[in-house]
């Protein structure tokens, strides 16, 4: 077994009180690679804001674990070396069994995701406990989950919403022992998190989707104040990465996101942690294509990797001072 201290992390709960505190919301950015991982540290390192690095089970299977491991380890190494060591938490996004979790410990990460929120509530409450009694066992942090969100990233999905009902969220921390949760309200997986029919749209053509449901989050402060909650499907799907896709030979169809100043106003409660991934795919994948169409000839993978990793770091600078509120808080 490696503990996560070995590999210079640290858990996610003197964090997320510092935010709830502070009225701002820890960046949780989903990585795979190598230019992600980059981008995600020079920024977080350029802005002095903490972060969680997340990997969801699919990530885990492409990078592989052992890989993923050392990958965390040099991260820390990597902000040590740009000038300012930022705390930085290893996050299992998703897990969805038991068994993921306990190997997701075992090999270093401090902090782990267990989504029961597919299941029956009692059983969410018996898989989401067992998770915590092991997890608290080597100092790991634990999330929880209330409510499903609708729409499809990496291995989750759901055709539509449930909210999270307030009333549930006593009993669940209570019985679980989370040390976080994640609630509906309203965002959804994906780039295409709205249909266009649930929109209204402006005089320049811009879908703006359905407000965030507000009043479920204040009911729910209301009843665990003060207690870590996180919004996961909240990507604000720029239109101008949306339109260079797609002026360059993409095909992304009616992709709407979660207004930023939504966002804002969720950061400054108690939502002390916001997941942010398909926006940074977004963004690689703009500049890609706009590298293979401006320099079809080329073919070395730094030539496009590397413009796609500082748009990717200039779009995660701009989370993290305009949305997140983060900036120098690490």
Same mark, same amino acid.
């Given at each position: 077994? @490696?503990?996560? =201290?070995?590999?210079?992390?640290?858990? #996610?709960?003197?964090? *997320?009180?510092?935010?709830?505190? $502070?009225?701002?919301?820890?960046?949780?950015?989903?990585?795979?690679?190598?230019?992600?991982?980059?981008?995600?540290?020079?920024?977080?390192?350029?802005? =002095?804001?903490?972060?969680?690095?997340?990997?969801?089970?699919?990530?885990?299977?492409?990078?592989?674990? /052992?890989?993923?491991?050392?990958?965390?380890?040099?991260?820390?190494?990597?902000?040590?070396?740009?000038?300012?060591?930022?705390?930085?938490?290893?996050?299992?996004?998703?897990?969805? /069994?038991?068994?993921?979790?306990?190997?997701?410990?075992?090999? $270093?990460?401090?902090?782990?995701?267990?989504?029961? #929120?597919?299941?029956?509530?009692?059983?969410?409450?018996?898989?989401?406990?067992?998770?915590?009694?092991?997890?608290?066992?080597?100092?790991?942090?634990?999330?929880?989950?209330?409510?499903?969100?609708?729409?499809?990233?990496?291995?989750?999905?759901?055709?539509? @919403?449930?909210?999270?009902?307030?009333?549930?969220?006593?009993? *669940?921390?209570?019985?679980?022992?989370?040390?976080?949760?994640?609630?509906?309200?309203?965002?959804?997986? $994906?780039?295409?998190?709205?249909?266009?029919?649930?929109?209204?749209? @402006?005089?320049?053509?811009?879908?703006?989707?359905?407000?965030?449901?507000?009043?479920?989050?204040?009911?729910?402060? =209301?009843?665990?104040?003060? *207690? +870590?909650?996180?919004?996961?499907?909240?990507?604000?799907?720029?239109?101008?990465?949306?339109?260079?896709? !797609? #002026?360059?030979? $993409?095909?992304?169809?009616?992709?709407?996101?979660? +207004?930023?100043?939504?966002?804002?106003?969720?950061?400054?409660?108690?939502?002390? =942690?916001?997941?942010?991934?398909?926006?940074?795919?977004?963004?690689? /994948?703009?500049?890609?294509?706009?590298?293979?169409?401006?320099?079809?000839?080329?073919?070395?993978?730094?030539?496009?990797?590397? +413009?796609?990793?500082?748009?990717?770091?200039?779009?995660?600078?701009?989370?993290?001072? !305009?949305?997140?509120? #983060?900036?120098?808080?690490?």
């Amino acid at each position: 077994m @490696t503990h996560y =201290k070995e590999l210079g992390l640290v858990n #996610s709960k003197e964090l *997320f009180q510092k935010a709830v505190k $502070g009225g701002y919301a820890i960046p949780a950015f989903n990585f795979n690679n190598l230019e992600q991982l980059q981008a995600i540290i020079g920024a977080c390192v350029e802005t =002095k804001s903490p972060v969680l690095l997340q990997v969801s089970s699919g990530a885990r299977k492409y990078a592989n674990q /052992t890989l993923l491991k050392y990958l965390a380890k040099g991260a820390v190494d990597y902000a040590k070396e740009l000038g300012y060591a930022i705390p930085i938490v290893l996050h299992l996004d998703h897990g969805d /069994t038991l068994e993921l979790c306990k190997s997701c410990v075992e090999s $270093g990460f401090s902090s782990v995701m267990i989504d029961g #929120s597919h299941h029956p509530y009692d059983k969410n409450v018996e898989v989401t406990r067992q998770v915590v009694e092991y997890a608290h066992k080597h100092d790991v942090s634990v999330e929880g989950e209330l409510g499903v969100l609708a729409g499809i990233e990496d291995e989750v999905s759901s055709a539509v @919403t449930h909210y999270t009902k307030p009333e549930e969220v006593e009993d *669940f921390v209570k019985k679980t022992g989370v040390d976080s949760l994640a609630i509906s309200i309203g965002t959804s997986h $994906g780039a295409n998190k709205f249909k266009p029919e649930q929109c209204t749209r @402006t005089a320049e053509g811009i879908l703006v989707p359905p407000p965030l449901r507000f009043d479920i989050l204040e009911e729910v402060e =209301k009843r665990i104040p003060g *207690f +870590p909650i996180v919004l996961h499907g909240a990507s604000s799907v720029p239109p101008e990465l949306v339109r260079i896709i !797609n #002026s360059n030979g $993409g095909k992304l169809k009616d992709a709407v996101g979660i +207004p930023e100043e939504q966002l804002r106003r969720a950061a400054a409660s108690a939502v002390c =942690k916001i997941n942010i991934d398909s926006d940074g795919r977004l963004a690689m /994948t703009a500049a890609i294509r706009k590298a293979f169409v401006d320099n079809p000839a080329e073919f070395d993978p730094r030539k496009y990797l590397g +413009p796609a990793r500082d748009q990717l770091k200039e779009l995660y600078k701009h989370k993290i001072v !305009n949305v997140l509120g #983060s900036a120098n808080r690490a």
